[in-house]
C-alpha cells in the first residue's frame, strides 16, 4: 500500500488499488476504541438508463433504493444479525449519486468487514423475499409521501429538470417499485455492485495492509467494463414549471426556491464549484448576512431559512428554503438581494472571514469518521482527492462567487415550492 500523507491536515491514509479495480482506502486513526468501515458503490437513484455491453438498459424508478434494502440477504440469514453476534451497529443509505454499507465496532473489526465485503459482493435475491419487501418499501414511500420535507424538494426538482432522472424520488414511486423483480436487481448487481465501481473506506486504528488483503480475498478477482450511464441531454438552465404548490398538514407555509446552475466539467471543477456554491449560500443567505438579518427582523423567516448547493451526475441546484408566513416576499427578497451582490459585490474582509470560517468548519469535521468515510467516497467517483480541499479553498477568489451570484441568482433559472397548510373546517 502506498502512504499519502497531508502535513496541513495533520492527516494520513493508506491505499492501494487492487487488481479487480477496487480502490482500498484506510485513514489511520491511532488509540482510537472505535473503527469505522464503508463501502460506497458509485450507483444511486439517478442510475436509471445505462448501456451494459451491447445492451440499453432502462430501470424503474427506486431500483438502487430497493437493491440496498436487499442487499442484507444472504443465503445463511440476515447479516444484520450477524453484525450483531460481532457486536457492530450497520446501517446503509441510497442516495441520488451513491449507495453506501457501513458499520462501527469496538471489536472484531475484521470479522464484521468479512461480512460487510461479502454481503455487497452476494447477490442473493429470491422471488419470494424480494416480493415481501415491495410491501415495506411501499409503506416507505407513502411515509415520505405525508413528509413535508421530502415532497418540497421532489416537487421542486420536477419543476426545475424537464428529463434528468433527479426527478424522480430516490425510493421511486407506489407505482414504479411494482415493475421491479429479481431479475431487475441482479442486472443492476452485475452492471454497478463489481469492485471498480466501488471503494471501501476504512478509519480507525487498524493495519492497512490487513484491511486490503481481506478485500482482495473476499471480492471478485477479475476487472470488468464499467456501464455507460445515460443521463439524458444536457439541460438548459432554464425550469420547466416556474411554480408548483400544494396544500399538507402544516402549521406554517414551507417554501424551497431552486436556482439551475451550469454542470460542472470535471472532478476537479466538481469541488471547486461546491465550494463555490456554499460560499454563495453563506454570503447570500447566512445567519449573518444582511438579507437573513433583515428578513427575520421583518418577521418574515426563521431561524430555518438557509440557502444551499448540490451537485448530482449533471443536475446542479442552488437553494433558497425555510419557513414564512409570506413566501412570495422572502423569494423577492432574495432576488433582490442577489442582484445587489451581482452588482456591488461584498467587502473583501467578509470574504475572507467566511473562507477561513468554511476552512475551518471543513478541517474539524475531520474528526467525524462518518464524514470522512463519505466524502472520501462521494469526491473518489468525481475522480478527485478529497483531502486537497484546503488548496481548493485557497484558489476561490471572491470574483468568482460574486459571478456565481450574478448569473445563478435570476428568476429565469428559478423554480419555486411552496407547501402551505391545509384550511381548518369550522
Known amino acids: 500500500m502506498k502512504q499519502h500523507v497531508f502535513p496541513r491536515l495533520g492527516e494520513e491514509y493508506w491505499q492501494e488499488i487492487l487488481d479487480n479495480g477496487l480502490t482500498v482506502r484506510v485513514v489511520p486513526k491511532r488509540g482510537f476504541a472505535r473503527s469505522y468501515a464503508f463501502v460506497g458503490v458509485d450507483y444511486g437513484a439517478v442510475d436509471t438508463r445505462f448501456q451494459l455491453g451491447a445492451e440499453a438498459i432502462t430501470t424503474p424508478g427506486g431500483v438502487a433504493h430497493y437493491l440496498e434494502h436487499k442487499m442484507f440477504d444472504l443465503p445463511e440469514g440476515d447479516a444484520m444479525n450477524l453484525f450483531a453476534q460481532y457486536g457492530a451497529s450497520p446501517n446503509a443509505f441510497t442516495g441520488y449519486a451513491m449507495t453506501a454499507y457501513y458499520f462501527d465496532c469496538t471489536e472484531n473489526f475484521e470479522e464484521n468487514l468479512r461480512i460487510l465485503l461479502r454481503m455487497v459482493a452476494t447477490p442473493y435475491f429470491s422471488q419470494q423475499s424480494v416480493e415481501k419487501e415491495r410491501g415495506i418499501i411501499a409503506q416507505e414511500i407513502r411515509m415520505y409521501e405525508d413528509s413535508a420535507d421530502s415532497r418540497l424538494y421532489e416537487d421542486l426538482f420536477a419543476a426545475l429538470f424537464a428529463s434528468h432522472p433527479i426527478r424522480v424520488p430516490i425510493a421511486g414511486t407506489v407505482e414504479s417499485i411494482q415493475e421491479i423483480t429479481n431479475q ?243
Open 184 to 426: 431487475t436487481l441482479e442486472t443492476c448487481h452485475a452492471a454497478f455492485y463489481h469492485p471498480a465501481n466501488m471503494m471501501l473506506c476504512v478509519v480507525g486504528d487498524v493495519d492497512p495492509a490487513r484491511v486490503a488483503q481481506v478485500a482482495r480475498e473476499l471480492t471478485e478477482t477479475k476487472r470488468r467494463a464499467l456501464p455507460v450511464r445515460d443521463y439524458g441531454a444536457q439541460e438548459s438552465v432554464n425550469c420547466v414549471k416556474p411554480r408548483v404548490e400544494r396544500t399538507m398538514e402544516v402549521s406554517m407555509p414551507t417554501f424551497a426556491f431552486g436556482f439551475k446552475c451550469e454542470a460542472p466539467t470535471d472532478g476537479g471543477d466538481a469541488m471547486k464549484a461546491e465550494i463555490i456554491g456554499a460560499l454563495a449560500a453563506e454570503i447570500l443567505a447566512g445567519e449573518s448576512s444582511p438579507l437573513f438579518m433583515r428578513l427575520y427582523e421583518q418577521g418574515l423567516i426563521d431561524s430555518g431559512f438557509a440557502a444551499d448547493y448540490e451537485s448530482v451526475k449533471n443536475a446542479c441546484i442552488f437553494t433558497v428554503s425555510g419557513d414564512s408566513r409570506d413566501p412570495d416576499a422572502v423569494y423577492q427578497a432574495v432576488l433582490d438581494e442577489g442582484k445587489r451582490l451581482a452588482k456591488e459585490g461584498f467587502p473583501k474582509e467578509d470574504f475572507e472571514r467566511l473562507v477561513k470560517s468554511a476552512l475551518g468548519r471543513r478541517m474539524r469535521d475531520l474528526d467525524s469518521f462518518e464524514s470522512i468515510c463519505y466524502r472520501m467516497c462521494a469526491y473518489h467517483f468525481e475522480g478527485v482527492d478529497y483531502f486537497r480541499f484546503p488548496a481548493v479553498y485557497e484558489s476561490v477568489q471572491a470574483e468568482d462567487v460574486q459571478a456565481f451570484l450574478s448569473r445563478t441568482v435570476q428568476e429565469s433559472r428559478a423554480a419555486i415550492s411552496i407547501i402551505r397548510p391545509k384550511e381548518r373546517e369550522e
